[in-house]
C-alpha cells in the first residue's frame, strides 16, 4: 500500500507564496507519476499538476504561470520520491483542499493513491 505524506498547506494573502510537499512513505512498487488535486466546496475535484519520473508535467489552465511543479533527485528515473508544488501569485480561486495522487503507471492524470489532503486558503 502506498502512503503519502502531504505538508505545506496553510493560510496566505492573495499575491503570495505556497509550497506544497507529498512524500512517499512507503511503496511497495516504483511511483511513475504523481500530481496535486484540488477540491474547492461544492467543486469537483481537479487536477492542478503533475510530473513522472521522465520529468514530463502537466498543468491546469488556470495555473499555468503560476504554479511549478518539481520533485527531489530528478536523474532517478525509476521511482518518484517526494514531489513539490510551488505554489505564486495565489488568488482567492486557488481556495481549496489539495490533495497529494500517486500512481505505478507514468501518467500525467495519477491517481492510484491518495493523500489525506491540506487545506490551502488564499485571502483577498
Known amino acids: 500500500q502506498v502512503h503519502l505524506v502531504e505538508s505545506g498547506g496553510g493560510l496566505v494573502q492573495a499575491g503570495g507564496s505556497l509550497r506544497l510537499s507529498c512524500a512517499v512513505s512507503?511503496?511497495?512498487?516504483?511511483?511513475?507519476?504523481m500530481g496535486w488535486y484540488r477540491q474547492a466546496p461544492g467543486k469537483q475535484r481537479e487536477l492542478v499538476s503533475a510530473?513522472?519520473?521522465?520529468?514530463?508535467?502537466?498543468?491546469?489552465?488556470?495555473v499555468k504561470d503560476r504554479f511549478t511543479i518539481s520533485r527531489d533527485n530528478p536523474e532517478n528515473l525509476m521511482t518518484l520520491n517526494t514531489v513539490y508544488l510551488h505554489m505564486n501569485s495565489l488568488k482567492p480561486e486557488d481556495t481549496a483542499v489539495y490533495y497529494c495522487?500517486?500512481?505505478?503507471?507514468?501518467?500525467?492524470?495519477?491517481?492510484?493513491?491518495w493523500g489525506q489532503g491540506t487545506q490551502v486558503t488564499v485571502s483577498s
Open positions: 512507503s511503496a511497495p512498487e516504483y511511483i511513475r507519476g
Open positions: 510530473i513522472t519520473t521522465g520529468g514530463n508535467t502537466n498543468y491546469a489552465d488556470s
Open positions: 495522487a500517486a500512481d505505478t503507471r507514468a501518467v500525467l492524470y495519477p491517481r492510484e493513491s
